[in-house]
């Protein structure tokens, strides 16, 4: 299995133009590739735009467009061969609501898969989008990444489960301003051992920049505070010995504990465990 893998995180502008927001992602693109990159991520919304900021009525979104962008981005990921995990709208039959989607682009330039926000927001649930029902993991030259969006951040069992499923990583693809998001990445990293990557939008960068947290729980890379479109590059590595605990002691002792076996057959009967109310 591969050692390393690099990685980037963007920060990207979001336009209420489609065709803007296709020239911004492929320019973001190239600057991943250049930088050695071999999967690229953007923020929640970052194609279509994001429903209350960008997007104030789906039939205000040219949806033959936004396809035409979409398509040209999974050709110059083919192109590039680079992998993008890429946060859109996706449009079901009328009159049903579109999901808030993560399109899973491989580098020969095929969409290998499409994770829908399963929690949505209060908002999101009543106005604007339709809940995913399932996960969604694929893997990069022997890594293995999971999706989730935005306000499934402040979801634990959202990672719990990716662990439980063998990811090495959670990429959270967000829209938002709330610094609690970081916070929470950063717990959730280290209560599980895995590395997130959080991607979010410039405009919301001096609140919440765009971020790579290692298994320990440690930020290791992460993008200004400073309104701009860019990238955080970083390095997924197995063997750094700043992630052995978090990697060969941690999360299979964490995992086995959760079962709960190595404690029921450990569990005493004795009087004074059964009387809880003396000392």
Not at 120 to 134: D, K, L, Q, R, V
Not at 184 to 200: E, F, M, Q, V
Not at 202 to 217: F, K, Q, Y
């Amino acid at each position: 299995m591969a050692g390393t893998l690099r990685i980037a995180v963007a920060q990207s502008r979001i336009d209420r133009d489609v065709r803007a927001n296709g020239r911004e992602i492929r320019g973001l693109m190239r600057q991943a590739a250049a930088g050695g990159a071999r999967l690229v991520q953007f923020p929640e919304g970052a194609a279509s735009g994001y429903a209350k900021s960008e997007v104030t009525a789906w039939d205000g979104i040219d949806w033959p467009a936004l396809r035409e962008e979409l398509e040209e981005t999974a050709a110059l990921a083919g192109s590039l061969g680079l992998w993008v995990a890429l946060g859109s709208a996706h449009p079901l039959t009328p009159p049903h609501r579109p999901h808030n989607s993560l399109y899973v682009i491989s580098d020969t330039g095929a969409l290998a898969g499409r994770y829908d926000k399963r929690r949505c927001s209060h908002t999101e649930i009543t106005g604007w989008f339709s809940p995913g029902a399932a996960p969604l993991t694929f893997a990069v030259d022997g890594f293995t990444f999971g999706c989730a969006l935005c306000i499934e951040n402040v979801f634990p069992e959202v990672f719990v489960e990716y662990e439980a499923l063998g990811v090495d990583a959670v990429l959270v693809s967000a829209y938002s301003r709330d610094p609690v998001f970081g916070a929470l990445a950063r717990g959730h990293a280290a209560a599980t051992c895995l590395w997130i990557a959080l991607a979010n939008p410039a405009r919301c960068s001096r609140e919440l920049s765009a971020a790579l947290v290692g298994p320990n729980g440690h930020v290791l890379a992460e993008a200004g505070r400073d309104g701009e479109s860019g990238l955080v590059f970083g390095t997924l590595d197995r063997a750094d010995p700043a992630f052995a605990v978090a990697l060969e002691k941690a999360r299979p002792w964490r995992r086995t504990a959760r079962l709960g076996g190595i404690y029921e057959s450990r569990r005493v009967e004795d009087p004074r465990s059964r009387d809880r109310l003396g000392f």
